[in-house]
């Protein structure tokens, strides 16, 4: 409990570092935070035209929504993918990078890593809402639904800094760790369903039926995935406009949990020899 004091105490240094990184990072450009912007649509260009005209990924039109737009069932999940993408790596560079602050003078270290999920988290905010709007201007009926968007982006962010809290301290141990998560990133994207639908690995685990002479199917380990129910319940949500799964509800909250206790209690843990280490 001392610890999350601690934490609380320092919440002004938080937002402080937060608008830090928020104002820093698109400083001295023209168009400034409509940047944060690019790098989603870019991708979303490229595999609009990757996966829906060469390959022909075809995910049906939302059910009841009865939208049939590539682009915007692919950003429905992209957006958070990107979010926890971002803030998982960012987060874990966030002590390496300021190893002379914190060589310098004594704060709860933790807040570098939280600042990091806080800037992240305002370009996701910005992303969602051009989102909300492209989809409503496209006949998408998503305000109903808002209350449980911001529900399940507040778990995606709880787990993103759980991760990122543990993974900040293992970089510091070895600094192999940011370029093993960038492979590791780079497999995630593609095993979780953003490219292409959920049916798809189901039609696949029904055509191969049980593995190895057990009952477990390739379902039951695609699964274990943490990110399938976040991205499953955004684009449920926001493309299909349908209420999405109760008990993904419960697995996203279980995860989060999860996520967040470890990472508090690792980086608890480590604080202390994080200046000696650096």
């Not at 709880?158 to 998560?181: C, E, H, K, P, W």
Request: proline share 5%; glycine share 6%; with cysteine.
């Amino acid at each position: 409990m001392g610890f999350l004091k601690e934490v609380f105490s320092s919440r002004e240094l938080l937002a402080n570092l937060a608008l830090r990184e928020i104002r820093g990072k698109y400083k001295r450009t023209v168009l400034g935070q409509l940047w944060s912007l690019a790098n989603p649509l870019a991708l979303m260009a490229i595999y609009t035209v990757v996966f829906s005209f060469i390959l022909r990924v075809q995910p049906g039109p939302g059910d009841p929504s009865g939208l049939d737009v590539f682009a915007l069932w692919l950003l429905a999940s992209l957006l958070p993918w990107l979010f926890f993408s971002n803030a998982v790596t960012m987060g874990m560079g966030s002590l390496v990078e300021n190893a002379n602050l914190i060589q310098k003078v004594y704060f709860p270290r933790i807040v570098l890593p939280l600042s990091v999920i806080v800037s992240v988290g305002y370009t996701w905010i910005i992303e969602m809402v051009v989102l909300i709007v492209a989809l409503t201007l496209f006949g998408a009926v998503v305000w109903p639904f808002i209350p449980l968007i911001l529900v399940t982006m507040i778990l995606l962010a709880l787990f993103a800094a759980g991760i990122a809290l543990m993974l900040s301290v293992a970089n510091v141990y070895f600094r192999d760790t940011q370029y093993l998560m960038g492979l590791v990133m780079q497999f995630w994207l593609y095993l979780t369903p953003i490219i292409y639908p959920l049916s798809y690995v189901k039609n696949l685990s029904d055509s191969v039926g049980p593995l190895w002479g057990t009952s477990i199917e390739i379902m039951d380990l695609y699964k274990l995935n943490p990110l399938e129910p976040f991205v499953s319940i955004f684009r449920t949500m926001l493309y299909d406009n349908a209420m999405p799964s109760g008990l993904d509800f419960v697995i996203c909250a279980v995860w989060a949990m999860v996520a967040l206790v470890l990472g508090l209690w690792v980086f608890q843990r480590s604080e202390k020899r994080l200046a000696e280490l650096l």
